[in-house]
């Protein structure tokens, strides 16, 4: 979703962003049902949990600007 979105128009960008932004949330549930049931151990689940959480952080900025952008109150030309 994230390797279209980069390819898009900034008003067509953000439906594909918040995809991206739903998947990662699942797999922030998987990984966390995978470390409850002890198939992943402590070291793994949090080196792929801090990865995942800035990948998080980082679509959730990329959809606050694509907002702003995408807002009636933006006058063209402003970013």
């Known amino acids: ?3 279209q979105a980069c390819f898009l ?3 067509e960008k953000q ?6 932004i739903r998947k990662i949330d699942t797999l922030k549930i998987l990984l966390m049902i995978l470390w409850e049931s002890k198939s992943l151990n402590h070291k793994k ?3 792929l949990s801090l990865k995942i959480e800035e990948i998080g952080k980082m679509l959730g900025g990329w959809n606050g600007q694509l907002t702003k952008q995408n807002s009636p109150n ?3 030309g402003e970013k």
């Open 45 to 47: 689940y949090i080196a």
């Open 74 to 76: 933006n006058k063209s």
């Open 1 to 3: 979703m994230i390797a």
């Open 9 to 11: 128009s900034p008003k």
């Open 15 to 20: 439906p594909y962003v918040r995809v991206g």
